[in-house]
């Protein structure tokens, strides 16, 4: 088994890169595994508290069940993975049954800050993508798909997400193996990233 992982800032395109390499590698080698899915359950909180949690700080993560989850999943075992809810800040009670596969690809803007985490990884990719570009994705992401208002996703950006992304994300890229400038728009850079695993698996 290889495990990569795939870091870079909000909206750089990470998830993008992740899908291109599910689709030239073929789902059945392929498993893909968001860190989205890891951030802690907030449930035991009250709403105007989960409202003032700091999302982009890595203690935001339950990084050590990712941890857990990969381990297993290197030692070939299914690891049932948390459906986190963004519009609650909690997770639902379901879970997602993952079982193992020869290339597990882990996306993330804070993978790279833990080094245990970090140290699970065969191959570290940063995608890096310019910062106006990052937020003009992120609006649209968080407007469409976690019911949040402009305002809303503005001050987050200018609260948590930027100075989060210069203290943790920007200087996570020195752990990376490969950089990845503007992510799935970067046919060379991702077809480089593909041909890699590709011959891995051989």
Do not use: W
Not at 40 to 62: C, G, V, Y
């Amino acid at each position: 088994m290889i495990i990569i992982g795939i870091c870079g800032g909000t909206g750089s395109g990470k998830t993008s890169v992740a899908r291109k390499v599910l689709e030239a590698i073929g789902g059945e080698k392929v498993l893909l595994l968001s860190q989205d899915c890891y951030y802690k359950d907030n449930s035991h909180r009250t709403q105007e508290e989960r409202n003032h949690i700091n999302f982009d700080h890595p203690d935001a993560l339950d990084r050590s069940l990712l941890i857990d989850h990969l381990e297993a999943l290197k030692l070939n075992r299914s690891v049932n993975q948390p459906v986190y809810d963004f519009t609650t800040h909690s997770r639902k009670p379901e879970q997602v049954r993952l079982e193992p596969h020869p290339v597990v690809v882990v996306e993330g803007i804070l993978i790279f800050v833990d080094k245990k985490l970090r140290d699970l990884f065969d191959l570290k990719v940063f995608v890096d993508t310019d910062p106006d570009v990052r937020f003009i994705r992120r609006l649209r992401r968080d407007i469409v798909k976690r019911g949040r208002t402009i305002d809303s996703v503005v001050q987050q950006y200018l609260q948590t997400v930027r100075p989060m992304h210069l203290e943790f994300v920007e200087p996570s890229k020195r752990y990376a193996d490969v950089i990845i400038p503007e992510g799935a728009m970067n046919a060379v850079g991702v077809e480089f990233l593909i041909e890699r695993i590709r011959a891995s698996l051989l």
